[in-house]
C-alpha cells in the first residue's frame, strides 16, 4: 500500500498517478485506487501490469551430502528463470552465516538446476546454518530457506546396547526367536540423528554360524527382529538338545562407534 496523498476538495475528477519503487523484473503486479474522505472510502476496479526483463532466480535449499567431523557438501537447486545466474551458499554456526562459499553460474534457463558446493575445514560436533542463494547481476536476488546439519563427532563414542532374545529355550519347531533392545549413545547426540544403522544379530553352533538376522534401528533408538529355524541346526537326531550361542553387533553410523551387546546363550529341542 503506498503512502496517502490529498486529491483536494471540489467535485471534479482529478487525475491521480504514483512512481512504484523497488519493484521486481519480470513479475505481474495487481493494483487499485482507494480514495476516502469523512463520508467513507471507495475502491476502483483491480488491474495488472507486468514490469519488463527477467524474474528473480529462485534458489530452494537442499540437504548435506558426503558429511563427515570436518567436511560436507551442501546441495539444492536454482531455476534461473532466463538469465544467466550467480549463485553461493551463506554458512555459519548461527542463522547469520558469516561465510559463503565461492560462486558458481547456471546458464539462462527455465528448468530448475541442481547445484553443490564442498566445505572442509570444519569444526567436529558443530551445528552449522546454510542456505542457497541465486543472484541476476548484484541486485535481483532469490534466497532459500535455512537448513542444518551436525558435524560427526571426533572420536565417536561407543554406544550401550541393550539386547535380549527371547524365548531362552525352544522345543519345538519352527523355533522362533525375537532379539530387540535398544541403542543408547550419550545424551548429547540427538536420537534424530544417531539412531539409524543396522544391528547384525548371528546364531552361531560352536563356531560355525547357523542364523543371521539383519535389524534396523528405529527412529526412537529400539530395534527388534525374529530369526526362524524351520528345524534343528546341525545333524543328529530329532530329539537331541542345540545351544546356539547369540552375538548382536551394531554396525555403528557417523554419530556412534561399532559396539557389541553381551552374548547370549539359546537353547532348541525337547531333550
Not at 49 to 62: I, L, M, Q, R, S
Not at 217 to 235: D, E, H, I, S, W
Request: glycine share 12%; aromatic share 10%.
Amino acid at each position: 500500500m503506498s503512502p496517502g496523498r490529498s486529491a483536494g476538495s471540489g467535485t471534479a475528477g482529478k487525475s491521480v498517478s504514483l512512481t512504484a519503487p523497488g519493484l521486481e523484473p519480470g513479475t505481474t503486479y495487481h493494483f487499485r485506487l482507494a480514495a476516502t474522505n469523512k463520508f467513507g472510502t471507495s475502491a476502483g476496479a483491480d488491474r495488472t501490469f507486468k514490469t519488463a526483463g527477467h524474474p528473480p532466480p529462485v534458489a530452494v535449499t537442499g540437504g548435506v551430502l558426503n558429511l563427515g567431523a570436518n567436511f560436507a557438501t551442501l546441495t539444492g537447486f536454482v531455476t534461473p528463470n532466463g538469465e544467466t545466474t550467480m549463485y553461493y551458499f551463506q554458512y555459519g554456526q548461527t542463522t547469520a552465516y558469516g561465510m559463503q562459499t565461492s560462486p558458481g553460474f547456471v546458464a539462462a534457463g527455465t528448468a530448475p538446476v541442481a547445484v553443490a558446493a564442498p566445505l572442509t575445514g570444519l569444526a567436529p560436533f558443530a551445528t552449522f546454518h546454510f542456505r542457497l542463494v541465486a543472484l541476476h547481476g548484484s541486485s535481483v536476488v532469490g534466497a532459500g530457506g535455512d537448513q542444518s546439519f551436525l558435524t560427526f563427532p571426533l572420536p565417536r563414542p561407543v554406544p550401550r546396547i541393550h539386547a535380549r532374545t527371547t524365548p531362552q529355550r525352544r522345543r519345538n519347531a519352527p523355533f522362533v526367536f525375537t532379539t530387540s533392545g535398544s541403542v543408547r549413545g550419550p545424551s548429547n547426540i540427538p536420537a534424530s540423528v544417531s539412531c539409524f544403522q543396522n544391528l547384525t544379530v548371528r546364531f552361531l553352533l560352536g563356531k560355525r554360524q547357523v542364523g543371521y538376522t539383519l535389524v534396523p534401528v528405529q527412529p526412537n533408538c529400539t530395534f527388534a527382529g525374529q530369526t526362524v529355524f524351520p528345524r534343528l541346526p546341525g545333524r543328529g537326531s530329532r530329539n537331541r538338545i542345540v545351544h546356539l550361542r547369540v552375538l548382536i553387533h551394531f554396525r555403528g553410523n557417523g554419530y556412534l562407534a561399532p559396539s557389541d551387546a553381551r552374548a547370549e546363550t539359546v537353547t532348541l529341542g525337547k531333550g
